[in-house]
């Protein structure tokens, strides 16, 4: 695999839709608080950034997957919430990096919505809508994508690359 040295997104790209989306959310939420659940690890980054770009009240929270592989729940993921919190009539908005086949942003929103939020919503960094198999949509999205493996901003390769202000194309 080769890094493409030309940004897909520069630093500059992002940082300026992260504002506009920072100013979307805002309005969206119209003075409401919210919790921001953020997927580990790939969109820390990208949280880190955004969270100051909004407006309003906000706590922050994270959200790790488990694989279960015994013998009685083989194949399950579950998930935690590091610390745990009540979600119980908050309203909830999930920070993940990318939104591929749809398959771990659709089962973290089942997860989360078990704990009776008052709201759900979503927002990713990133949008494949080519390569989805389960029919999940992001409320917010920051920029669409073709089929390509990117790297940076958070989102890595093997845990590397994660460092890298830019969005690039891992090639083949
Ligand atoms: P899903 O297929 O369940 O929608 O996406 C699962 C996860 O795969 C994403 O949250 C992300 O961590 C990872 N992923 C999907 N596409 C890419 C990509 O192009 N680059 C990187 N670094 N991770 C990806
Ligand atoms: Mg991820």
Not at 39 to 57: E, N, Q, S, T
Not at 85 to 109: A, F, K, P, Y
Request: overall charge negative; charged content about 25%.
């Amino acid at each position: 695999m080769r890094l493409n040295e030309t940004p897909l997104f520069s630093a500059e790209q992002i940082r300026n839709r992260v504002i506009a989306l920072g100013r979307e959310i805002t309005q969206h939420y119209q003075g409401q608080e919210i919790i921001l659940v953020v997927v580990l690890k790939g969109a820390i980054v990208f949280a880190a950034d955004l969270m100051r770009a909004l407006d309003m009240d906000v706590t922050l929270n994270f959200i790790r997957a488990k694989s279960y592989v015994g013998t009685e729940s083989r194949g399950t993921v579950s998930f935690s919430l590091l610390p745990e919190t009540l979600l119980e009539d908050r309203h909830i908005l999930l920070l993940d990096d990318i939104l591929d086949t749809g398959r771990t942003c659709s089962e973290i929103l089942a997860w989360l919505n078990k704990h009776r939020p008052a709201s759900v919503r979503l927002c990713t960094l990133l949008n494949k809508p080519g390569r989805r198999v389960i029919p999940v949509e992001a409320d917010f999205t920051g920029f669409t994508v073709e089929d390509h493996y990117v790297v940076g901003y958070g989102l890595d390769f093997d845990e590397r690359y994660r460092h890298l202000p830019g969005i690039h194309v891992l090639e083949a």
